[in-house]
Protein backbone atom coordinates (compact mmCIF):
# COMPACT_ATOMS: atom_id res chain seq x y z
CA UNK A 1 0.00 0.00 0.00
CA UNK A 2 1.19 3.61 -1.00
CA UNK A 3 1.98 5.62 2.36
CA UNK A 4 3.31 8.60 0.58
CA UNK A 5 5.18 10.71 -1.84
CA UNK A 6 9.42 9.63 -1.88
CA UNK A 7 10.40 12.09 -4.27
CA UNK A 8 10.43 14.25 -7.95
CA UNK A 9 13.19 13.86 -9.91
CA UNK A 10 13.91 16.67 -12.70
CA UNK A 11 16.24 15.77 -15.64
CA UNK A 12 18.37 18.88 -15.79
CA UNK A 13 20.62 21.03 -18.31
CA UNK A 14 22.64 23.17 -15.76
CA UNK A 15 21.96 21.54 -11.97
CA UNK A 16 23.52 24.96 -10.39
CA UNK A 17 20.83 26.82 -11.93
CA UNK A 18 18.52 24.76 -10.90
CA UNK A 19 20.14 24.47 -7.66
CA UNK A 20 19.72 27.92 -7.00
CA UNK A 21 16.03 28.06 -8.25
CA UNK A 22 14.98 25.05 -5.19
CA UNK A 23 17.07 27.18 -2.42
CA UNK A 24 16.29 30.97 -3.39
CA UNK A 25 12.88 31.27 -4.93
CA UNK A 26 11.48 28.03 -3.15
CA UNK A 27 13.50 27.88 -0.01
CA UNK A 28 14.44 24.80 -0.22
CA UNK A 29 17.27 22.97 1.70
CA UNK A 30 19.77 21.21 -0.12
CA UNK A 31 20.23 17.41 1.80
CA UNK A 32 22.68 15.57 -0.43
CA UNK A 33 24.97 16.47 -3.51
CA UNK A 34 26.52 13.07 -4.85
CA UNK A 35 29.22 15.69 -6.31
CA UNK A 36 31.11 13.52 -8.86
CA UNK A 37 29.78 9.98 -8.41
CA UNK A 38 27.06 8.48 -10.11
CA UNK A 39 24.59 6.25 -8.23
CA UNK A 40 22.07 5.66 -10.89
CA UNK A 41 21.53 7.80 -13.84
CA UNK A 42 23.90 10.99 -13.10
CA UNK A 43 25.28 13.52 -10.39
CA UNK A 44 22.25 14.00 -8.37
CA UNK A 45 21.65 16.69 -6.07
CA UNK A 46 18.55 16.10 -3.44
CA UNK A 47 16.53 19.00 -1.57
CA UNK A 48 13.77 19.44 0.88
CA UNK A 49 11.43 22.47 -0.34
CA UNK A 50 8.80 22.30 2.52
CA UNK A 51 8.48 18.62 3.38
CA UNK A 52 8.78 17.27 -0.47
CA UNK A 53 12.14 15.67 -1.18
CA UNK A 54 13.30 17.29 -5.02
CA UNK A 55 15.90 15.18 -6.65
CA UNK A 56 18.25 16.92 -9.89
CA UNK A 57 20.16 15.07 -11.93
CA UNK A 58 22.36 16.47 -14.68
CA UNK A 59 20.82 15.74 -18.26
CA UNK A 60 19.70 16.90 -21.39
CA UNK A 61 16.48 17.86 -22.17
CA UNK A 62 13.42 16.80 -23.97
CA UNK A 63 13.65 16.13 -27.59
CA UNK A 64 10.17 17.16 -28.15
CA UNK A 65 8.76 19.94 -26.47
CA UNK A 66 5.87 18.47 -23.38
CA UNK A 67 3.15 19.77 -20.94
CA UNK A 68 5.09 18.02 -18.33
CA UNK A 69 5.10 19.88 -15.19
CA UNK A 70 5.05 20.45 -11.20
CA UNK A 71 3.22 23.55 -9.90
CA UNK A 72 4.00 24.66 -6.69
CA UNK A 73 1.77 27.36 -5.16
CA UNK A 74 3.59 30.69 -3.73
CA UNK A 75 2.35 34.02 -2.23
CA UNK A 76 1.78 36.63 -4.48
CA UNK A 77 3.37 39.22 -2.10
CA UNK A 78 6.55 37.15 -1.71
CA UNK A 79 7.54 36.12 -5.31
CA UNK A 80 8.91 39.46 -6.97
CA UNK A 81 10.97 39.03 -3.25
CA UNK A 82 12.99 36.01 -4.16
CA UNK A 83 13.60 37.01 -7.84
Known sequence: MINGLSHITFIVRDPN?????LTTVLDGRKIHDSGTQIFSYSKERFFDVVGIWIAIMEGNPLKERSYNHIAFALNAEEFDEKL
Request: charged fraction near 60%.
Open 17 to 21: KMEDV
